[in-house]
């Protein structure tokens, strides 16, 4: 069986390779794999036939990367749940005081509870939302605080 | 923004001297008597307090171990700190099954809604009370 690969960078691998060769291709336990047939990407070590790769300790041979046009494949995005960002939320809410933050926050909530529930693209739009509010919470702060020290020093009071 | 294990390693040594930085600051000075420190513009404008408003003070409080004192500046605190410190280690977790079943647990949907209507609900309180 032949699989296609996440790499470390986080890139989809250019073509499948045999199961034989994909330890030598760096793919560990917790690699996002994929080959034809398969609904989704999961993880090397839940899938049972992939196993006894994982538990050779030989010393590996180097190959070189792999090369095609893989385009078969689901998107690799269709395998990890989206950021929530929230930590964004939360920091901007608690420093900045601005109502940006909660905005964040509320957006952040519910990318959890989508992409639990299977609406994928619902949970990546909600992941953006969270994000763009949250930088946006922090930039006008930013901007704000930058205000405030332009009038102290047009004052004089610096 | 997918951030690569070293970029992710980067970010958060970065945020790490960011943190001891921004509170080692803190401690040595008092934001009560110094002007550099920045100001809610909320309170400028306003002159009513905001839920945050305080949180200066309450930080060079607990770093000079008077948690009762930074408590006084903004008892909103106790709810504050307890949701950053969860979203904090949740947010350091590796992206795996495990680390995806623990964040579900700890934060959840409705503990966030819950946050959110508490924070509004302060934001009233403290300017009625006068806390």
């Known amino acids: 069986m032949k699989y296609y690969f996440i790499d470390q960078q986080g890139n989809q691998s250019a073509a499948p390779v045999d199961e034989t060769l994909l330890t030598a291709y760096g793919v560990t336990p917790k690699t996002f794999v994929w080959c034809e047939g398969m609904t989704d990407w999961k993880q090397a070590d839940s899938i049972p036939s992939l196993a006894i790769y994982f538990t050779d300790k030989a010393p590996l041979p180097t190959v070189e990367p792999p090369v095609g046009t893989g385009r078969h494949a689901p998107s690799y995005n269709s395998a990890v749940k989206p950021d929530s960002y929230l930590w964004l939320g939360i920091l901007t809410t608690i420093l900045c005081c601005l109502p940006f933050g909660i905005v964040s926050i509320v957006y952040a909530s519910k990318v959890d509870s989508l992409w639990f529930a299977g609406y994928h693209d619902e949970a990546r739009a909600n992941s953006e939302k969270a994000k763009n509010w949250g930088i946006a919470a922090f930039v006008t702060s930013l901007v704000v605080g930058f205000i405030y020290i332009c009038i102290l020093i047009s004052a004089g009071n610096l | ?131």
């Open chain 2, 1 to 131: 923004m997918k951030l690569s294990p070293r970029h992710k390693t980067i970010a958060t040594a970065t945020m790490a001297v960011i943190i001891v930085a921004v509170l080692y600051i803190y401690a040595s000075e008092d934001p009560e008597s110094s002007r550099w420190f920045p100001r809610c513009f909320f309170h400028e404008l306003t002159g009513l307090q905001c839920p945050s408003c305080g949180n200066q003070r309450a930080l060079h409080a607990l770093l000079h171990g008077h948690p009762c004192a930074a408590l006084a500046n903004n008892l909103f605190l106790i709810v504050m700190i307890p949701i950053a410190a969860a979203t904090a280690i949740t947010t350091l977790l590796p992206y795996n099954a495990l680390s995806l079943k623990i964040k579900s647990t700890v934060i959840s949907r409705r503990g966030l809604m819950i946050f959110v209507a508490l924070y509004f609900a302060w934001w009233i309180i403290r300017n009625i009370a006068g806390i």
